[in-house]
């Protein structure tokens, strides 16, 4: 609640006290109920006259929304207005989300939410988190200080750098933070008034944007070097500051910064990385589930990670951890993976190998024997003709560059490949679903980064699983505030993985979809926090030392869309 407001008690006992009343009341986003003020209430808070006479329902709210939903003709336009109803009524936007989460998860998340980013400038019109830019970072604890921040419990930033496969979008980035916040309240259940999106100013490098005179961003060059760290330090000592047990998600920032600014704070704050951290535990959690209908374990799998910046090198880091824990040594785990930078396979002594490919490239006597078309850049199709690949993954944002000849290659050597095209949003995938179980004969196991279609073959319908954070981060950090974790630790988030691939479906039943319907988020989100709990206390790491009662806190703690009565206070 705000700073103006509070609730006391819990459940269907909760009441909303307020000083707020009139025009001011119907503006607060967190308090608006819109037509479903009573007769009492409007009474109470100087209503009559600022909304019309019906009084109304939740339900009746919601059926308002869709037929205005529907009668948007594009995708756009449909994310548009759920950004102008989470401005208005946060209880509404996230009570329609609840109860229509498949149709309303890729309007106001991956997908749209690209295009959100590109086109945010357009659509701004309210508040909504806070943007730092570089010139006012010497306003950071001003910014902080604002009471309406008392209750934040968990940030979201992002520099703008790396959105999705759609590059620097600058200011216009905050899409993403507002996007995965909603999704901490939507799918998690963390009260809207503990989340905070952070946009980080430090300018751009888009051409368009610079030249935009609608751009709402700081149109200057994108600060780097010393400048640029000492600004994000600025940024994270000002919120230890304020908010000394914060959780603090880093997201979208280009593959270099995301890596070193996870290592330098990740010991420091509570604190983890989507990108590299949620993205490689989902990814690893739906293997853990695909490696079930081919009858060998993750230990047994050959692996192409297609695409090594920040999301690939933590997706190949992780599943050697995972094989690792089924009883393979490191270097072992190592000779399964093979990673692929711009320049080819990552071999010793090739071009742009960054810090964290180094530990997965490969001797030149390992290929010295293979046949391929280009001594001088070994190729994805290169290598799946030179080693038996059972697994390929894409984190490249390169659409298309699974080709039928490389997927029927695989094919040809693998009864049941597992093929991941990971890449946002879907005009970026490496390979349609379509595509993939046709080169396959059906055969392919397929999980995509990015919505699609279920997919009529040979009079089968096939569901798609999309292997997207959305299954993770939400528990991840609910597990993480009600656990009181002082860390994000890697052993917290392979608990979270884990507890993802025993709710898979296909674990029970090859025939059956690889992970949960989305419609069971808010279930998932349980199982998730759970388990990262549970890991936390085991580990050392949280301010809760009874397991025991972990669940019912979490069941305690999450947050159901729901109109309270409102009281007001003088």
Avoid at 408 to 423: D, G, H, T, V, Y
């Amino acid at each position: 609640m705000s700073a103006e407001s509070y609730s006391s008690g819990a459940g269907s006992t909760a009441v909303v006290r307020t000083r707020l009343s009139g025009y001011d009341l119907l503006q607060n986003a967190r308090l608006n109920k819109g037509t479903a003020f009573t007769e009492a209430e409007r009474d109470a808070f100087a209503l009559h006259g600022l909304l019309p006479p019906h009084v109304g329902t939740l339900e009746d709210q919601r059926i308002r929304r869709k037929i205005a939903l529907d009668h948007r003709d594009t995708m756009f336009g449909k994310y548009h207005l759920m950004r102008d109803l989470q401005d208005n009524d946060e209880v509404l936007f996230y009570s329609f989300i609840a109860n229509n989460i498949e149709e309303l998860l890729p309007i106001v998340y991956t997908p749209t939410v690209g295009e959100g980013c590109q086109r945010f400038s357009e659509i701004w019109r309210k508040p909504r988190g806070l943007f730092i830019s570089y010139p006012n970072r010497e306003r950071i604890d001003q910014m902080l200080s604002d009471p309406r921040y008392d209750e934040i419990r968990c940030i979201v930033v992002s520099d703008g750098e790396r959105i999705l496969g759609l590059g620097d979008q600058g200011a216009g980035g905050m899409g993403i933070p507002i996007g995965k916040m909603a999704l901490y309240t939507a799918l998690g259940g963390i009260p809207p008034e503990h989340c905070l999106p952070v946009l980080l100013d430090v300018g751009t490098d888009n051409e368009t944007l610079l030249n935009d005179p609608i751009y709402i961003g700081w149109q200057h060059k994108r600060v780097r070097g010393q400048a640029y760290d000492d600004f994000v330090e600025a940024f994270v000592s000002g919120v230890e500051r304020r908010w000394p047990h914060i959780l603090l998600q880093w997201e979208d920032f280009a593959g270099d910064n995301a890596e070193r600014l996870l290592e330098r704070y990740r010991n420091r704050l509570c604190t983890f990385n989507d990108d590299i951290q949620g993205t490689a535990a989902v990814t690893t959690a739906t293997l853990l589930a695909a490696v079930n209908a081919t009858g060998a374990p993750l230990s047994q799998q050959t692996f192409a990670m297609y695409g090594t910046g920040a999301a690939g090198a933590g997706i190949a880091r992780f599943l050697i951890t995972a094989m690792e824990e089924e009883g393979l040594t490191r270097e072992q785990a190592l000779q399964r993976v093979y990673v692929f930078n711009r320049y080819g396979l990552v071999v010793e002594g090739g071009k742009g190998i960054r810090e964290g490919q180094l530990p997965f490239a490969r001797t030149r006597a390992e290929v010295a024997g293979w046949q391929l078309a280009n001594p001088d850049r070994i190729s994805l199709l290169d290598l799946v003709r030179n080693a038996r690949v059972t697994v390929l993954a894409g984190a490249s944002a390169q659409a298309g560059a699974f080709t039928e000849e490389i997927v029927r290659e695989m094919a040809r050597q693998c009864r049941r490949p597992i093929i991941f095209p990971l890449s946002n949003p879907t005009s970026r995938s490496e390979a349609t679903p379509q595509e993939l179980l046709r080169w396959t004969e059906g055969r392919a196991i397929v999980g995509t980064g990015s919505p699609f279609a279920p997919v009529e073959l040979d009079g089968k319908c096939i569901r798609i699983a999309q292997v997207n954070n959305s299954y993770i981060f939400p528990g991840l950090a609910m597990g993480i505030l009600v656990a009181r974790a002082r860390r994000v630790t890697d052993g917290m988030i392979m608990a979270a993985a884990r507890a993802l691939a025993l709710l898979s479906p296909m674990r029970d039943d090859c025939t059956r979809p690889l992970l949960p319907p989305v419609a069971d988020s808010r279930k998932v989100s349980q199982a998730v926090a759970e388990a990262v709990g549970r890991q936390a206390i085991v580990e050392g790491v949280a301010n809760l030392e009874d397991p025991a009662t972990l669940r019912d806190m979490i069941r305690t703690y999450m947050w159901e869309p729901v109109y309270l009565p409102y009281e007001r206070i003088s």
